[in-house]
């Protein structure tokens, strides 16, 4: 097996919008760095930008870079980086030079295809920040920790998408006046009694 092998893969998935403003980071470290690893040594699923004044320099300049250009991958600060444009936002998937492109490919495709299922097709500056949990755990169900989880954007959207509107409980049969909670209290210890006398 070949010394640099590791699960983490992904070193950060970004969600910039085209002016390079920061809508949604998420950079990966390995929780546990191998046996022998120096501090600031670079390993597999090391951070490489561990402040945020750094995060925000290569942010910048990426997307500096990448509105330049027409690709879908470039090697940027010594990092392969796979992008995608959406409207007026660009999502980032960044990995270590020696990271598969086609795995990291099919992340940033399952990033944009879950946003689209999420979204209902409008996936823009204004909807990610108002779906910011949505855009959130979506990411999380692709991958954590820099380890790739999920790549099918329908299992991802399922897993993230909010219950149905007949499933959740309605507010609107609830009586809170105060004769309502003096009958729910009475329910209540109706309830209660009828299960002490069974044995419950």
Known sequence: MAP?????????????ATD??????????????????????????????PTVKEQKAFEKGLSEKTNKTSH?????????????????????????????????FSVVLALRDSLAILLKNSTDKRTIIENYDLASLAIDEICDDGIILETDPVI????????????????????????GMLNMWEFGKQKLAERMRQGI
């Open 4 to 16: 640099n092998m590791s699960l983490f893969s992904v070193n950060a998935i970004l969600i910039l």
């Open 20 to 49: 390079g403003s920061r809508l949604l980071t998420k950079y990966y470290s390995a929780p546990h760095p191998p046996s022998g690893a120096t501090p600031g040594s670079s390993f597999p699923g090391s951070q490489p930008y």
């Open 72 to 104: 879908d991958v470039i090697l940027y600060d010594n990092k392969i980086v796979l992008y995608k444009n959406e409207s007026d936002i660009m999502m980032y998937v960044v990995g270590g030079p020696e990271e598969n492109e086609i795995m990291l």
């Open 156 to 179: 991802v959207a399922s897993r993230v998408s909010k219950p149905p509107p007949q499933d959740s409980v309605s507010m609107k049969n609830i009586d809170l006046s105060e004769q």
